[in-house]
């Protein structure tokens, strides 16, 4: 039986416990996870995962291989289909040269017209106290990692993008990347060294980062770029001032400020009509604003704080309380009429995503990861 697998088996020998659980399958239906069979399955060990535009699935499964006597992690890069026909588009043992590279996909990006893809990675050189890289490998020697991030650029068949000027096309330090509409363009954060962080942006083949908003730092950010958009909460590092919600044009590099925010301490997101906005305010209240009436009070919900991502309809979010890095129950929050209604009958996921269409849902499960894809309706 398939691990996670809520069917039931009945035993010959116990007509008893047969009728009892017969009886009971007319109120509770015997398919898995209440939901129905799922749509698409992935029986690997899928690290991070992606949702594209066409319903298709970017996602990396770890890796791990051995270069004589050094123990490295190169997870591969795949693509599955909306029917589940899934194809590998990066080899991780090949993707760069360096031997002693590590790397994990943290999280990946699609452009909106589904056709280019930035991988965030979390990325570590084994560096030796002595010794060439050969002999490096060859001796079982105490090794140090240096740890970074980096953002590495393809189209949706796995070939490199190269960034001009950049030898192993990572573009380090940067993270939280998305690409504009033009489908060219790239944005993404770097962090300032304390607990804000600066945009900028890139276009591969010039190669050159430009910053965007000098001057402005944030606490937390939203990506709309079909409409080449962002909303922040925005804090100094400079002046004693409240945060302050605002609209960046990325396209003109434009910022307006939309209302100040009394409280902020995480997650933070756009509905898809670019017309919400929600954050947790504390530790157990999500405030949600109107930006079409952004100076109206705000309504507040109260959930444990998470991490959660906006249904379809503007008029729900699905929520995973707790820390982000550990399995949760999803749940359907109602922002305007309060309702809490359990997505996938209680079960423990460790990571979710809802689909641009808001039709599907994608899960992994805890444990070794398998990717599962379930119809909302």
């Known amino acids: 039986m398939s691990r996670g697998s809520r069917d039931v088996i009945i035993r010959s020998e116990r007509p008893r416990f047969a009728l009892i659980i017969v009886a009971l399958g007319l109120c509770i239906p015997l398919f898995s996870y209440?939901?129905?069979?799922?749509?698409?399955?992935?029986?690997?060990?899928?690290?991070?995962?992606?949702m594209g535009p066409d319903n298709?699935?970017?996602?990396?499964?770890?890796?791990?291989?051995?270069?004589?006597?050094?123990r490295l992690e190169r997870d591969d890069i795949w693509i599955s289909s909306p029917e589940g026909k899934q194809k590998k588009i990066v080899d991780g043992e090949k993707m760069f040269a360096d031997p002693l590279l590590n790397y994990q996909v943290q999280s990946f990006a699609w452009s909106p017209d589904g056709h280019r893809i930035a991988a965030m990675m979390q990325t570590a050189e084994m560096v030796q106290p002595k010794g060439t890289k050969d002999q490096q490998l060859d001796e079982e020697q105490t090794q140090?990692?240096?740890?970074?991030v980096g953002v590495y650029l393809m189209d949706d068949e796995g070939h490199q993008i190269p960034i001009q000027g950049m030898k192993d096309g990572l573009l380090n330090d940067g993270y939280n990347a998305a690409w504009l509409a033009d489908g060219k363009t790239l944005v993404y954060v770097t962090k300032t060294g304390a607990e804000f962080n600066e945009l900028n942006s890139l276009v591969p083949s010039v190669g050159k980062s430009k910053p965007l908003f000098e001057g402005h730092t944030f606490a937390a950010l939203t990506w709309d770029t079909k409409k080449n958009q962002a909303f922040a909460i925005e804090e100094s590092t400079k002046v004693l001032t409240s945060p302050m919600l605002v609209r960046l044009d990325l396209a003109n590099e434009t910022r307006t400020a939309i209302v100040p925010v009394d409280e902020y301490v995480g997650d933070f997101a756009v509905s898809p009509s670019g017309k919400k906005v929600g954050y947790f305010r504390d530790g157990d209240t999500l405030e949600v604003r109107d930006l079409s009436n952004p100076t109206a009070k705000p309504v507040q919900m109260k959930v444990a704080i998470g991490v959660f991502q906006w249904g379809h309809d503007d008029q729900r979010v699905l929520l995973k309380r707790g820390d982000p890095q550990k399995s949760g129950i999803l749940t359907w929050v109602g922002v305007y009429d309060g309702r809490f209604e359990p997505l996938l009958h209680d079960l423990v996921f460790h990571d979710?995503?809802?689909?641009?269409d808001g039709q599907s849902v994608a899960v992994t499960e805890p444990g070794k990861r398998s990717l599962l894809v379930y119809s909302l309706h």
């Open 34 to 50: 209440g939901q129905g069979k799922a749509l698409v399955r992935i029986d690997e060990d899928v690290q991070s995962f992606a």
């Open 56 to 70: 298709r699935i970017v996602y990396a499964v770890q890796h791990m291989h051995r270069v004589k006597k050094v």
């Open 144 to 148: 140090v990692p240096r740890g970074l």
């Open 352 to 356: 979710f995503q809802l689909s641009q």
